[in-house]
């Protein structure tokens, strides 16, 4: 008879764990968190210094009604929940819904292991602790002000806006950071610039090879307009090219780092083009356990949420004897180039890495889905080259005088792979540039060619899952566990789209953004946010007191609330009136906000149901056919504004146009911010509105 209950998270682990033990323990799992705030109240007494009022989550009531069965039979309870913040405190949580603290003839003890093997089970079981309570408070701390902000801001937007909305601590932040770079896009205004390359061929060579401008005879290397390009040309006429300079060298490319959270999560993204939440779902699957053929059901990956980079000892050691054995003992990392974790890391946890570098994904292959077998490869690989040599390039670069204009060439070969053998990251570029051989300072070259091309700088790129992620980390907003539940949520509110990779603010998007800067700005601010994260930090490093974070908290946030009550009174968001008159019944139709933004209902909504597309009307002419310009939407939700002829006319463009014609070329103008530019790029007019 079991004598020994060890209680985990998932169910999924409950068969691999039982079998590391054997019979004399009984393992369970708790599904998660069995207690919760309510979610019918704010759950908090804020008259009684902020205490939460936790109760069972609907549903557990049966789970936590086997568990007290299992804990009577049992004379040692092991709380083996995930090892972090958030397993820390379910361990908790089940300590008072089992009423583990008053079993004295119990003894109960909290155990931990970053990957579910049988050697970090066992060796767990002979290092118990008890709870660490200040990791629970840094829990408890987050879930109250994540609460908080959500129960006092949401009505609002419900009110103000429709019903299903809401705000968070974190999501409303994201959303934020969305709506600022979508301004930046739409308020950048091109500047013109030119390239200039020389085709030249060396003696005896019937290939020309391509030297790029470097620099004028005045130092200036820019080409700013073709004023200065025709300048340049001319200049060149009738001179010489001429090797001026040769340098060989070599450079070493150092491997990556082994995978965090984040960079999981930005690595999967741009390489196998899998969104945050999938590769989490995929990774949860990795480490819980999958049935490997000749293993049985193991954890093929350590424990996911982490933005630690340390790989402990025993691993390492593996990884460089498994490197040495297949690849050579040249390709093993001396041990003093592997990085350290610096010093703001939480570094209790190891980076996410094979549990087993035997495991090749190769001999995996045939267990697993496509899916996880393309996610595990990844992990497999980077944590790999983690251990391995830097690759080395010999690199020559040349320069090559035109009568004091000065163009260059450069190239590399790899002399030693290194770790590049078994990885490159996906937006790595193999260089393919050549240089003739035989060319010396001197050397005279023969002019096949000049080619000229007009530029313009390019606004910044679009947030990416994978770019939001990083933006996210760099900022210190959020942690590894809530970067995918947190554009999850704003994606499913319909704040954002996605379209081809990248995210979109949508007009509702816009609607509630534009709210909480107006009313709760120190919510979305970006540098509260990040040090209030660094306060709930020291929570878990029992530095600060939790019910001191939320007692400085919580007041300024009423006062917001309060204010935002009487301010937003005269914002008439939805159901605004319009001009249109419900064909169905004669009432006046109002604007309302979907999923997809405005739309126009009747108001005598249930008797009459008639809906229809609400067209904003923008009074400019259409630069194609004459009509009205009118506001748009794609699919998704994303705004663009387009002909009211369409599709007989396919005119469109993301920014707002104006009536004004370009002065320069006759082309429509657009505008941007404070600015009117001209449409045509090649035009590249800009004058004040």
């Not at 009505?155 to 705000?167: C, D, F, H, Q, T």
């Not at 700013?224 to 490319?253: A, H, M, P, Q, Y």
């Not at 999967?268 to 053929?293: C, I, P």
């Not at 592997?338 to 980076?351: F, L, P, S, T, W």
């Amino acid at each position: 008879m079991a004598n020994s209950l060890v209680i985990v998270e998932s169910p999924a682990k409950v068969k691999t764990i039982k079998k590391f033990l054997g019979s004399s323990y009984e393992v369970d799992a708790s599904g998660g968190h069995v207690r919760d705030l309510p979610k019918s109240q704010l759950g908090i007494d804020v008259d009684h210094d902020y205490e939460p009022k936790y109760i069972t989550i609907r549903g557990k009531g049966d789970v936590l009604a086997k568990l007290r069965k299992e804990v009577k039979k049992a004379d040692k309870i092991y709380l083996a929940t995930d090892p972090d913040r958030e397993g820390e405190a379910i361990s908790w949580h089940l300590m008072k819904a089992l009423k583990l603290d008053d079993a004295k003839d119990k003894k109960v003890y909290r155990i931990s292991f970053n990957e579910i093997t049988k050697n970090a089970v066992k060796a767990s079981l002979k290092a118990p602790r008890s709870i660490d309570m200040n990791l629970v408070d840094a829990q408890q701390a987050r879930r109250v002000l994540d609460r908080m902000v959500g129960y006092s801001i949401s009505p609002i937007l419900w009110e103000k806006v429709k019903r299903g909305l809401s705000a968070g601590r974190v999501q409303s932040v994201a959303l934020r950071m969305i709506c600022d770079r979508e301004e930046e896009i739409a308020a950048f205004i091109p500047e013109e610039y030119w390239s200039l390359e020389a085709l030249l061929k060396a003696p005896g060579a019937r290939k020309p090879v391509t030297a790029k401008f470097y620099r004028d005879c005045n130092g200036r290397n820019e080409i700013e307009n073709k004023e200065k390009l025709d300048e340049i040309v001319k200049s060149l006429e009738g001179k010489k090219f001429v090797v001026s300079e040769i340098k060989n060298g070599e450079r070493t490319k150092k491997p990556p780092v082994p995978f965090t959270t984040s960079t999981l999560q930005q690595e999967a993204s741009k390489a196998l083009n899998f969104s945050t939440q999938k590769t989490m779902r995929l990774a949860q699957q990795l480490y819980e356990g999958v049935d490997v053929k000749g293993h049985g059901t193991i954890g093929l990956i350590t424990y996911l949420r982490t933005d630690s980079i340390r790989v402990a000892d025993e691993a390492d050691l593996t990884a460089r004897k498994f490197i040495e054995e297949q690849y050579g003992k040249q390709y093993v990392a001396p041990s003093s180039t592997v990085k350290k974790a610096n010093g703001k890391i939480q570094d209790a946890h190891e980076a996410i890495r094979p549990t087993n570098i035997d495991l090749t994904p190769v001999k995996v292959k045939d267990s697993l889905s496509r899916d996880q077998f393309r996610l595990y490869q990844l992990i497999w690989k980077r944590f790999a080259a983690s251990r391995m040599a830097n690759a080395v390039y010999e690199t020559t670069s040349v320069k090559i005088d035109a009568g004091g204009t000065i163009f260059s060439m450069s190239a590399s070969r790899i002399k030693f792979d290194g770790f590049m053998s078994v990885y490159m990251e996906a937006d790595e570029k193999e260089e393919k540039n050549q240089i003739p051989a035989k060319l010396e300072i001197g050397t005279e070259l023969e002019l096949d060619e000049l080619v000229s091309a007009q530029h313009f700088t390019q606004p910044p790129a679009h947030y990416t899952e994978a770019a939001l992620v990083k933006a996210l980390e760099e900022q210190g907003i959020g942690r590894p566990s809530t970067y995918a539940p947190t554009i999850t949520t704003i994606l499913a509110r319909r704040y954002i789209v996605k379209e081809n990779k990248n995210l979109y603010v949508t007009e509702l998007g816009e609607v509630v953004n534009r709210i909480m800067k107006q009313s709760f700005p120190s919510i979305v601010d970006i540098t509260f946010t990040a040090n209030l994260e660094y306060l709930l930090d020291s929570v878990g490093e029992g530095q600060t007191d939790w019910k001191t974070v939320v007692r400085n908290f919580y007041p300024d946030l009423m006062d917001a609330v309060e204010e935002a009550k009487l301010s937003l009174e005269t914002v008439h968001i939805a159901d605004e009136e319009s001009d249109e008159v419900c064909e169905v019944c004669g009432r006046r139709m109002v604007i309302k906000y979907g999923p997809h933004g405005k739309f126009l209902a009747c108001p005598g909504f249930p008797d009459c149901k008639n809906t229809k597309p609400y067209l904003e009307k923008t009074g400019i002419p259409c630069p194609k056919c004459g009509k009205e310009v009118i506001l748009k939407k794609t699919k998704k939700g994303r705004k663009y504004y387009g002909c009211e002829a369409n599709p007989d006319c396919d005119f469109m463009s993301w920014q707002k146009p104006s009536a004004e014609k370009c002065p320069e070329c006759g082309s429509y103008m657009v505008e941007k911010g404070n600015k009117l530019v001209c449409a045509n790029e090649q035009c590249g007019f800009v004058k004040n509105k």
